[in-house]
């Protein structure tokens, strides 16, 4: 039987006639042997017991039974349109973001909507005990109600070999797929043709940026290039356009309409467009209520990783509370990995990268195995560091296989029962919060930097700079299709609002702040938990530090 098959345990249990605590059929998934466990479980029961306790397993296993923990995290939700939390101000507090004001744990949905079809699922249904009770949430956990699909994933996919042609390759797809975006706002022209025109004509280009620079009277010059070659356009200081220039970054794709000067040699521009989220974009959303838990960067492996808080945390994941997680989104790092930075092996407590691994699909076998968990990597962990990363390796997705987790690339667009959640880990943050002024983008702030992302429809317009950019037939970095929800980590820091009704998370990490931190004043947002109501978009912040 396999390690994550809980529902085949479940219905193993009731056709002995028995049912289970939730818990008690997490356990006997994570046993190293999940068949011989259920085995000495059932033959260790009581002639009298109808129900499988989560105790009663521990002591089969020769497991302590575990102690209760009095302790919550506060209750008093708050409402806010856009919003980022430091670690002094957010303790035992709540946060939601969206339409409704109350805490989305006290939403209730009547177990009836979810009868079951068939006699084997009416075993599963009561054998896992989700019946309401005094205190629970009255959700009705139904695995066959679940979809969940992953989307832009290009694990066992690459093609790129770091040759010239294969980047000419990546950014010609890009503009491509970029520029059919504006191609509805302006009257685009190729450069060459553009060159051709008479002096004084109106005109509009879309390109590449390949250029700012600021002239001496205080205008600014844009190059931009297309497939068909590059031409400059000029941005007086008194159109009213400084607010946008200062959001352009090299590599970008953009539009500018303006007109010829008399020698056809430059565009005088009147305005300039980025391809954008349209503001009449529609989300769409579950037909029930089910949540999903935004979390990312747990490093696993750091001496600074908040064991005590992950396990606060997938503690309340068993709680009644929490029946409607019935999803896990995990944005990357999920190990500290080894030689990231200067003299990072001063503050690992586990030294080697498999053990790191290790370690963490333990710390993962707390959460309730009926939880479906998708994950991608990050730049801490084993993969490339150029972008787009591939899913792990063979090896390693052999170490995770938790729950039968989905190990999918960053970036990847998952959709969870009709909501699509564009998923990537942010490394490109760090260039967009350095490029731009503060109040566009900040470390305080990071999900205005993520809006930026949006405006610009990449999750790494900028090539040659912190962000390793891996050539590839198609540019998996584009953000073609417009998603309900983008999840980000990697800086650190909790911060979360609606850009033209998308719902941009940067979730905060699970780590404390280390010495390197220290040195480049980095102060983290940790042991925070974003829960996402799938049927409103509505977020709950929980804090377990």
Not at 183 to 200: C, Q
Request: aromatic letters at 6%; hydrophobic letters at 35%.
């Amino acid at each position: 039987m396999p390690l994550e098959s809980n529902a085949r345990i479940v219905k193993e249990l009731a056709r002995r006639g028995y049912n289970a605590e939730r818990e008690a059929v997490t356990l006997l998934a994570s046993a190293p042997d999940s068949a011989r466990a259920l085995e000495s479980a059932v033959d260790s029961a009581p002639d009298d017991a109808l129900r499988i306790t989560a105790d009663h397993v521990r002591t089969t296993l020769g497991s302590p039974p575990a102690e209760v923990d009095t302790a919550s995290p506060g209750q008093s939700p708050v409402e806010t349109e856009g919003s980022s939390l430091d670690s002094d101000t957010a303790t035992d507090r709540d946060a939601s973001v969206g339409n409704d004001t109350s805490a989305a744990s006290t939403k209730s949905t009547d177990p009836d909507d979810f009868a079951a079809d068939s006699a084997v699922d009416s075993a599963v249904d009561s054998a896992v005990d989700t019946a309401p009770r005094a205190g629970d949430s009255g959700h009705a956990r139904d695995p066959e109600r679940r979809q969940l699909d992953v989307g832009n994933d290009m694990t066992g996919r690459s093609t790129g070999t770091g040759e010239y042609r294969d980047f000419v390759r990546t950014f010609r797809d890009r503009y491509e797929r970029l520029s059919k975006m504006l191609r509805g706002r302006v009257n685009h022209r190729p450069a060459e043709a553009i060159e051709n025109m008479p002096g004084g004509s109106d005109a509009a280009m879309i390109g590449l940026v390949n250029d700012v620079r600021s002239t001496k009277s205080g205008h600014w010059l844009v190059e931009l290039e297309d497939t068909t070659g590059t031409f400059p356009a000029l941005i007086m200081k008194d159109k009213g356009l400084a607010d946008v220039v200062d959001e352009i970054l090299m590599d970008e794709c953009v539009a500018v309409e303006g007109t010829l000067a008399d020698d056809s040699g430059i565009l005088f521009a009147d305005s300039l467009h980025f391809p954008d989220i349209p503001r009449t974009h529609r989300t769409g959303a579950a037909d029930r209520h089910v949540q999903a838990a935004l979390i990312s960067d747990v490093h696993v492996g750091s001496d600074e990783f908040m064991a005590d808080a992950w396990s606060r945390f997938t503690d309340w994941l068993h709680t009644p509370e929490a029946d409607p997680v019935e999803y896990i989104l995990l944005a990357g790092d999920m190990v500290e990995g080894v030689g990231v930075y200067p003299n990072q092996d001063e503050e690992l407590d586990i030294v080697d990268i498999y053990d790191q691994y290790e370690a963490f699909a333990e710390h993962l076998k707390e959460v309730p195995g009926d939880t479906e968990i998708v994950m991608i990597p990050g730049n801490h962990d084993a993969v490339r560091l150029a972008e787009p990363q591939p899913g792990f390796n063979d090896e390693l997705r052999s170490i995770m296989d938790v729950h039968d987790a989905q190990i999918v690339s960053n970036p990847a667009t998952v959709t969870v029962e009709g909501v699509d959640v564009l998923m990537y880990h942010g490394v490109s943050l760090d260039e967009v919060i350095a490029e731009l002024p503060e109040e566009k983008a900040s470390y305080d702030e990071p999900h205005k930097a993520m809006y930026q992302l949006l405006k610009k429809r990449h999750v790494a317009p900028q090539f040659g700079g912190h962000t390793r950019v891996a050539p590839e037939d198609r540019d998996y970095l584009v953000i073609e299709d417009v998603p309900d929800v983008f999840h980000t980590g990697h800086v650190h820091k909790l911060g979360w609002g609606k850009y033209h009704n998308v719902l941009a998370v940067n979730s905060g990490c699970w780590q404390a702040q280390t010495d390197f931190q220290k040195s480049v004043n980095i102060d983290p947002d940790s042991g925070y938990a974003p829960i996402l109501d799938l049927d409103t978009l509505d977020m709950t912040v929980r804090k377990f530090a």
